[in-house]
């Protein structure tokens, strides 16, 4: 008789117990817990009976109840299908791990023009200025005209890189070839190429780093203009020997390649969203083949030289650009500069226009070994700039963040 009593209270208090307190947890819950709550009062009355011989109080089976859910059981069909990426989501995503794998790429790139230097033999001048106007115009179209805007109201940022670019890296390449002892003609390209600007390529690696990229542009478009004057007197001073600079020729290939693309970029961004917001997914992979193909043929254009120079031309070369890497980012922080602005100078500074060094080295050095260290170093700061990249990339500055 006792048992029946007990038996009978728990029935009616899982009773109240689901109409009362589970009624406000159904509410709460989504479609496939209700499912599992909706149990008969039957299998509950069962379940507390087995453990409970006598009446429950309230907080009992109130904690009783929601530890029936968890112990009811949960079929894959009533969890919630996952969503399926739509096309644009597969680009992005394939395209965010192509651009993480950029030092892979720019590595077989110049691996594979040592080897096969005619593979690349289809890359013309043209090509070439077409390919980095694409890539410098997807880098204006993740800007707007208020950040160029902005990057003009950093005046701090602006003078340290160009005052570190025309300092750091002739001082470096200066000291590097008196450390290594080099010959005479492979010193005097070393600090050719350490008196040269900065490269447009290191725009595309700022953007691949998720630096400044605004800040970049207008570093490298200051230091390539001022390049008429600096480069041939710091040359004149360290190396000894006068090269003449085609000032109309840095006007134009600057205003070509650099500013008239990333100025239509922005514009775009800013009066054309939807076209922009389409087309932006592929710009970062186009960016990291743009830079693995030149650098596969500037390999490939002075792979006998490269490969009878030997292993100090090439170490010359990697300490001269690590050390503008490194003291640009070092110096940028002990100025205040904030974290992605320091990664733009570090890239500014220890990536130069090599291309314009081996111009120059070819017209106005009478060895044509002279052009050989600014052809090694087109590969070192590739690889260590996209190096760089690829870390800082997975890592991005607090203030991009927030």
Known sequence: ??????????????????????????????????????????????????????????????????????????????????????????????????????????????LFGLMRPSAFNWVTPDLTIIGLTITMLGMGMTLTLDDLRGALKMPKELFAGFVLQYSVMPLSAFLVSKLLNLPSHYAAGLILVGCCPGGTASNIVTYIAR????????????????????????????????????????????????????????????????????????????????????????????????????????LACALLHISGFLFGYLFSRLLGIDVASSRTVSIEVGMQNSVLGLVLAAEHFGNPLTAVPCAVSSVCHSIIGSVLAGVWRRSAPKQLED
């Open 1 to 110: 008789m006792a048992s029946s009593v007990a038996s009978l209270s728990l029935s009616i208090s899982t009773t109240q117990l689901k109409s009362n307190s589970f009624r406000k947890f159904i509410n709460l819950t989504p479609l496939h817990l209700q499912r599992v709550i909706s149990c008969s009062s039957r299998e509950i009355s069962v379940s507390l009976k087995s453990r409970y011989p006598v009446a429950v109080p309230v907080s009992c089976k109130q904690r009783r109840s929601f530890e029936f859910v968890t112990r009811c059981g949960i079929s894959s069909n009533d969890l919630p299908a996952e969503k399926e990426k739509s096309f644009g989501e597969w680009v992005e995503f394939l395209g965010e791990a192509v651009s993480t794998a950029f030092p892979i790429w720019v590595s077989l790139g110049c």
């Open 211 to 314: 630096g400044n990229v605004a800040l970049s542009v207008l570093m490298t478009a200051a230091s390539t203009l001022s390049a008429v004057i600096m480069t041939p007197l710091l040359t004149a001073k360290l190396a000894k020997q006068y090269v003449a600079v085609d000032a109309l020729g840095l006007v134009k290939s600057t205003l070509q390649v650099v500013l008239l693309p990333v100025l239509a970029g922005a514009f775009l961004n800013q009066y054309f969203q939807r076209v922009v917001k389409f087309v932006t997914p592929l710009m970062a992979p186009i960016a990291v083949g743009t830079v693995a193909i030149l650098c596969g043929t500037a390999i490939g254009q002075n792979a006998s030289a490269i490969l009878t120079s030997g292993k100090q031309v090439v």
